[in-house]
């Protein structure tokens, strides 16, 4: 991994930078990835920046942020605490708008819109729709980010491991939908909001997809040893049986959303 810099960015690729904010746990990794976007430097003075994901309440994060330059634009990817809970702090200082795909979490800006195209710090910026880990998540295609484009998959895609999908607001349909959608984009680098940079969208969404339908498969065998009437925890017993106890909620949620995919996989 590159090293970090004064300011604590790190270079992910030709247009993105991202901060560790100091917030590592089971299920955040290493901390929250804070990106900070920007066209290559040329010309005098500071690149005004795009901010994705400004992440936990911890002035120097922010601070270490705000310092990248003139912010511009503020974007969230989804409502979890460790991507949100500084957005109207960072607002304040920076005067900001901060936009997301949820009312909620938007401070001074519109919500984001699927598909919509935004150009903002010299950066064009699509926004994708991808419910499933949570209904309001989405991914930002940045299509002039090197050879092959880069994509901020929020918590959708991680760079270690695989999301939960945070049942009953996340659903396994369209996540599985969305797995898809985001297969069709070829080999963008894939930008996570948790753990390091990969190479090939298409390649971790295709081996995501194969590593839900394996996950079903078990929910379907654990079904069938322990009998129609198991509960979540049952299944969960059989299923994620070497699940640390810090991330056995996370696991439960996900059982969850399996069995009510297999009842109504519409």
Not at 42 to 55: A, K, L
Not at 69 to 96: K, S
Not at 168 to 183: E, H, T, V, W
Request: hydrophobic residues 40%; charged residues 20%; aromatic residues 4%.
């Amino acid at each position: 991994m590159p090293s970090p810099t004064d300011s604590g960015l790190i270079t992910s690729s030709a247009l993105a930078r991202y901060r560790l904010a100091p917030n590592p746990g089971p299920m955040s990794l290493e901390g929250t990835n804070s990106y900070v976007l920007a066209a290559p430097a040329g010309g005098r003075g500071r690149r005004p920046v795009v901010i994705v994901d400004p992440g936990p309440l911890d002035e120097e994060h922010l601070a270490g942020l705000a310092s990248a330059g003139p912010v511009e634009l503020v974007l969230i990817t989804h409502r979890h605490r460790d991507h949100t809970e500084a957005g109207e702090r960072f607002h304040q200082l920076t005067g900001a708008s901060v936009r997301a795909m949820d009312p909620a979490h938007c401070h001074g800006g519109d919500p984001l819109v699927d598909g919509e195209e935004i150009t903002a710090a010299g950066v064009r910026i699509r926004v994708l729709a991808t419910p499933g880990h949570t209904s309001d998540s989405v991914c930002f295609h940045l299509p002039d980010d090197g050879d092959t484009g880069s994509v901020l998959t929020g918590d959708t895609i991680l760079g270690r491991g695989t999301t939960i999908i945070d049942y009953p607001d996340g659903r396994l349909g369209p996540y599985l939908d969305s797995l898809a959608k985001l297969n069709a984009l070829g080999r963008a680098v894939v930008l996570p909001a948790h753990g390091p940079v990969l190479p090939d969208l298409a390649a971790v969404s295709l081996a995501y997809r194969q590593h839900r339908d394996e996950r079903l498969d078990q929910i379907r065998a654990a079904l069938a040893r322990v009998g129609a009437g198991a509960t979540v925890q049952d299944i969960a017993d059989l299923v994620y049986a070497d699940v640390d106890s810090s991330v056995r909620r996370a696991a439960e949620a996900s059982v969850a959303a399996q069995l009510d995919y297999l009842s109504n996989p519409g």
